[in-house]
Structures are given as C-alpha cells and as structure tokens.
C-alpha cells in the first residue's frame, strides 16, 4: 500500500540544527553593581567651580580645576592623566588599539588629540596612570595595568602633603562568566596591620548574577571579618541589586523608562550605626536643548537637584545646583563651568 497520506520517510525529514547557546556575560566588577542607579543621583555642588581640560597629546591630557566656597578656603587642583595604546572592548573581549576603538565608534578616522577620554574609557585603557594634586601638596594617584588579557592590576596610593595616607593594591581577573578580585588596603608588616577584601561574582543566567564580598581587617589589639552576598538581576528596561550581610543592607532599583527618562531608587541600612537611609533619583535628558536634569529626594529631608547644560559649538558645559536640607535647615547651592 502506498503512503495515501503524503507523508515523507523518516529519513527524508529534515533534522533541526541543536540550538547555539549564547555563552554568559561577564559580570563586571563588584563595585559596579549598584553605578546605574548612582548615576541617576546629582552629586553635590557648593560654591563656584571652574574646570579646564585639555588634551595635549594623543597619550596626555591635563585638567586645571579652581573651587571657590564659603565653607573653606578656595582651593586649586591639577589632574594629569597618561593613557596607553591598548583597550579592551567591553562588547569583545579582546584587545583593541585605542585609535581602532574610536574608529568603530565613529565610523571614520579620529584624531586622538581631538578627543577628550573620560573616567569610564580610562578604566579600560591600559597601562593608565591618573594623577590629582591640590595647592597644598597632597597627592592621589592610581595606576592600571593589564598583565594578561583577563588579568589586571590596579595601584591607589594617597597621601597629605609628605605623609602616607593610603596604598592599596588589586588584582582582578574576569573569567568568561565569573570575576574574582582581591585587594590589600594599607599592609603594614612592621605594625602587622592590613586590610584584605575579596570579591566574586558569577553570571548564572544572562541576567542574574550572584556573588559575594569578604572583608578581613587586622591590626594590633583588633581582629574581625565581615561577609556580604550580592545579587543582581538585570531585565530589558531595569536592573535590581541588593547587598545583604552582617554590617547592614544595601538595595538599589534602576529603571530607564525612555531614552530621556531614568530613575532610581535607593535604600541603604547600617546595623552600626543604627541607620537607615531612603533615595529617590530622577534623571532627565533633554537633547533638542543639550540639556540633562538630575533631582533627589530622600528620607532625611534632602531635596536636591543639578541642571548642566552644554553650549555648542563652543566646547563648554555650565551647571547649577541647589540641595535643601529641611531637617537640618540647610542650603546650599554650586556653580560650575566646565572648558574642553
């Protein structure tokens, strides 16, 4: 009997391809769990402010920043930045020249002395060296090295005037779907005293990431850990974290409504210090104008807000910022001018 029905033979169906399954994402670093919702928040502006940058090289760039306040005395910085030839592209994963970086970005040859490097590109920049000084002599420095592709190092020393104030030394490695990081804070082997923290984090879906930090301090008289566990899951539109252990809680909520609308939602607990605080942060972009707005309200009365707004085609930013703390009944408000 013949097939009647049509049906084609077992061995003539066409056999379905397995499915590729997409390899897990780098989680990133443990202190960068809870930056989009802080990014919503406005930072805080006292006084009049006048930042200048200036790129002098394709390697070296320089900014001079004068605050003027009534809380203290006015007050100078410089800011140098030495930023090297490879980066490593977050979308890839691998290494890249710099100049090949801001050519997929801009579609075209760019000169690097035209272009001014941010505080997120110099992080994955390598080698990179910042410095800050203030007119009176005190130093923060930080320098990054890649010494292998997954391994960095990164160096933070601090200092006021002639004194050691701070050294700290990192080390990371980001693995395909896990980054583990370790970190020696002021190790003193003559006063055996030190501080060790050490962080893991683990991608075990595309969008939930668990992980942990550890805390070990030691010092003469004086021993004691503190362990924390982390979470984070990241949907389309909005990402929630949390950060749970013996020293209190931290949660935070990020969520991007449109491309000009963001907020944030943050609640922070301190069991030492038998405080809780609660933040509400609005973030507002308005492109047409070059303009971006960013508010707060939080638990202890603060009400605060900074506009910035760019004047094209003149390379200069102003912003202006009021907080109000009805609490306390304190006011203060900033100015800035930001060249280059």
Not at 6 to 16: C, D, S
Not at 34 to 45: E, G, I, N, S, Y
């Amino acid at each position: 009997m013949g097939n009647t029905l049509g049906l084609a033979p077992m061995g003539a169906l066409p056999r379905r391809s397995p499915r590729r399954e997409e390899p897990l994402p780098n989680p990133g670093s443990f202190d960068e769990l809870h930056r989009l919702c802080k990014d919503v928040f406005p930072a805080q502006m006292e006084g009049v402010k006048l930042v200048v940058n200036k790129v002098l090289s394709s390697h070296f760039q320089v900014a001079h920043t004068v605050h003027m306040s009534a809380l203290g005395l006015p007050g100078y910085h410089l800011h140098a930045a030495y930023a090297g030839d490879w980066q490593l592209s977050p979308t890839e994963g691998v290494l890249r020249t710099v100049k090949e970086i801001l050519r997929l970005d801009w579609g075209r040859e760019v000169p690097l002395c035209s272009v001014l490097l941010t505080v997120d590109t110099l992080q994955q920049v390598f080698p990179t060296v910042v410095g800050d000084m203030d007119s009176g002599g005190s130093l923060n420095a930080q320098v990054l090295l890649l010494l292998a592709e997954r391994l960095r190092a990164k160096a933070v020393f601090q200092t006021q005037q002639a004194k050691f104030l701070t050294w700290q030394f990192d080390g990371e490695y980001r693995g395909d779907d896990y980054t583990a990081t370790l970190t020696l804070g002021n190790p003193d082997l003559i006063g055996e005293s030190v501080i060790v923290v050490a962080h893991f984090l683990q991608s075990l879906t595309h969008r939930l990431v668990l992980g942990g930090e550890l805390v070990y301090h030691r010092r003469p008289g004086e021993e004691g850990a503190i362990l924390t566990l982390a979470g984070k899951y990241s949907a389309v539109h909005w990402v929630a974290t949390l950060n749970v252990g013996s020293g209190g809680a931290h949660a935070s909520y990020y969520h991007r409504a449109n491309e000009q609308v963001q907020v944030g939602v943050e609640f922070e607990a301190n069991t030492r210090l038998q405080d809780t605080t609660f933040s509400f942060g609005y973030h507002l972009t308005l492109p047409q104008a070059n303009m971006v707005f960013r508010g707060l309200v939080d638990s202890n009365w603060c009400v605060g807000a900074v506009l910035e707004k760019k004047m094209p085609p003149l390379p200069v930013t102003l912003a202006l910022g009021a907080f109000l703390n009805h609490w306390r009944n304190r006011f203060h408000c900033g100015f800035s001018i930001t060249v280059g």
